[in-house]
């Protein structure tokens, strides 16, 4: 069973600047991507939100291997900040899974 | 097994914290690049090295040793490399094994960036040993405390110095200082400008054309985050050259893979080979404005392609014409 954590959710919503939830999950960003990964960024933008926290666990590394490049990011229709996204979630991880500040 | 993320990131944190750099560097490495320029000491324009090009060679060589690590059962030994670094710095040791060819190259391209400015008439000094790294690699990874924490010490010792503009060399440093500083240091005013755009802005006189051409690989940060496109256009064409435009340019360049080095550097492999082959379909000599990007890209190149930073070209157009007149 999937653990959805509201906690998860909650915590980057109230993140400032962070605007996963402006993503209506056209998948343009995810065919620009220079590293191919199916799930990045759109479907991890969508677990985030959802609070799928085991999954968004499970994308950790995909999460640190974003190369902060804004190609998505340049072409998303929704000018979602999606670097600065991705940063952010770095800092929870960080911060909840790995203990560094 | 890959690398293991905690531990590494922990390193470049701990670094950060304890001596002031993802990757200490001793003095001679970070200032060696200035000896004989006499650049005056401080003053309110500064060039801001931000000790990036002098870490290539460090970084280069680690990369590699990590790559060597990359799916091997020492992997599981990186937390204890953590707890020893606490004492004695690892990647410092990691960094002996840099190569002085390497090193030649970084400095002299620092050197091509002050020789060019002041051609251009622009007046600056140097802060020595009083100069930081900027702290891109513990932002980027997202460890806000300790890169605030560091990034408010830069800022306390820039203001003591009286400096009021940097001018700095290579797009991370560029960009940590015009849009990370702003958010972790209150009332941050110093004025930051890339020497690509000063030198843009002096405009620099035509030379004559020299039938050179170069293929521009622009730096992601410099393009998506800095609106660095059209300067270094302006100049390698006012050098003489002729720019040539690879698939994915300009704003929609292609990543040359550099910022997964240190945690992944099979995938970064990956990511610079795709980017070799689409500057190689344009032509065989590339100009690079990162010093990340010029590594990568040479790495995953070998010899088929001939990759320039854009101040060695600048620089020896220069020459070039000097000695024709
Ligand atoms: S391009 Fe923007 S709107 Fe489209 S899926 Fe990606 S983040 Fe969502
Ligand atoms: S910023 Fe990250 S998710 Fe977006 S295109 Fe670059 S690597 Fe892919």
Redesign the interface.
């Given at each position: 069973m999937i653990k959805v954590s509201s906690n998860l959710a909650a915590r980057v919503k109230d993140t400032e600047g962070f605007n996963a939830g402006a993503c209506f999950h056209c998948g343009t960003c995810t065919a620009l991507c220079?590293?191919g990964y199916e799930m990045l960024p759109r479907k991890l933008f969508r677990e985030v939100m959802l609070g799928l926290e085991e999954k968004v666990r499970a994308r950790?590394?995909q999460i640190?291997?974003c190369?902060?490049?804004?190609?998505c990011?340049?072409n998303c229709p929704s000018e979602v900040h999606i670097a600065d996204n991705i940063?952010?979630?770095?800092?929870?991880?960080?911060r909840q899974?790995?203990?560094?500040? | 097994m890959p690398l293991p993320i905690a531990p590494i990131l922990g390193i470049f944190a701990d670094n950060l914290r304890k001596r002031d750099s993802v990757l200490p560097l001793s003095k001679k490495t970070a200032m060696g690049w200035a000896n004989g320029l006499n650049l005056p000491r401080g003053g309110k324009t500064v060039i801001y090295t931000g000790h990036v090009y002098q870490m290539i060679p460090a970084i280069d060589a680690m990369a590699s040793q990590m790559a060597l690590l990359e799916n091997s059962f020492l992997t599981r030994f990186f937390g204890i490399g953590r707890l020893m670094n606490k004492f004695v710095s690892l990647s410092f040791f990691m960094g002996l094994t840099a190569s002085s060819e390497k090193m030649r190259h970084s400095n002299q391209v620092l050197r091509d960036i002050v020789g060019l400015l002041r051609d251009a008439g622009v007046e600056f000094g140097y802060l020595y040993e009083e100069e930081l790294y900027a702290g891109a690699l513990v932002y980027d990874d997202g460890m806000d405390e300790t890169f605030g924490h560091h990034a408010r010490r830069v800022a306390e010792r820039l203001k003591k110095l009286g400096v009021r503009r940097l001018l700095t060399v290579d797009p991370h440093t560029t960009k940590m200082f015009r849009q990370a500083y702003p958010h972790f240091v209150k009332d941050f005013d110093i004025e930051v400008q890339s020497y690509l755009e000063v030198l843009a802005q002096a405009h620099p006189k035509a030379m004559k054309p020299v039938n050179g051409e170069v293929v521009v690989h622009d730096s992601c940060v410099y393009a998506r985050y800095e609106n660095v496109c059209d300067q270094p256009r302006e100049l390698l064409r006012a050098a003489g050259l002729s720019v040539r435009e690879p698939e994915l340019s300009g704003k929609s360049t292609h990543c040359c893979g550099g910022p997964l080095e240190s945690l992944f550097p099979a995938e970064a492999h990956r990511i610079s080979g795709i980017r070799v082959d689409q500057l190689e379909a344009k032509g065989k000599n590339v100009v690079t404005m990162c010093p990340f990007c010029w590594v990568n890209l040479n790495k995953a190149a070998g010899d088929r392609l001939v990759i320039n930073d854009i101040a060695t070209t600048l620089a020896s157009c220069r020459r070039q014409a000097s000695s024709c007149s």
């Open positions: 220079p590293l950790i590394p640190f291997s190369l902060l490049c804004r190609m990011e340049k940063r952010t979630l770095r800092c929870l991880i960080n899974e790995f203990g560094l500040k | -």
